[in-house]
């Protein structure tokens, strides 16, 4: 994958959990994990623009080992909304519950070549 397509796709993620994080009721649980989640996902996308205009391969290394923490975050943030029923488009939810998982592969896989090359 190009690295603008792998941007585009973050910047997509990140858009698409802002847009269903809109949606949320005003629960303090709702509202706390929501908060958290938009600050995850779109720091993966900031960090990996970041990492694209990295100093060094261990810079670029370090941003991209960031951005694949605040996937995880965010993954783990989602399973917990569906898990105590806090949103409740639930095809929406699972979308991004998928794009986060392929992302993190994605991250791993570019981690674990970059590492190789060092």
Known sequence: MKPINLEERLIQFAVDIILMCKKIDKSF????????????????ALNYGEARSGESANDFLHKMKICL???????????????????TDIDTLNTLLKENDELISIFVTSIKTASSKK
């Open 29 to 44: 649980a709702s509202e706390h994990l929501a908060k958290q989640l938009i600050r995850s996902a779109t720091s993966s």
């Open 69 to 87: 923490k605040e996937l995880r975050e965010s993954f783990i943030n989602m399973k917990i909304q569906k898990g105590a029923s806090l949103v």
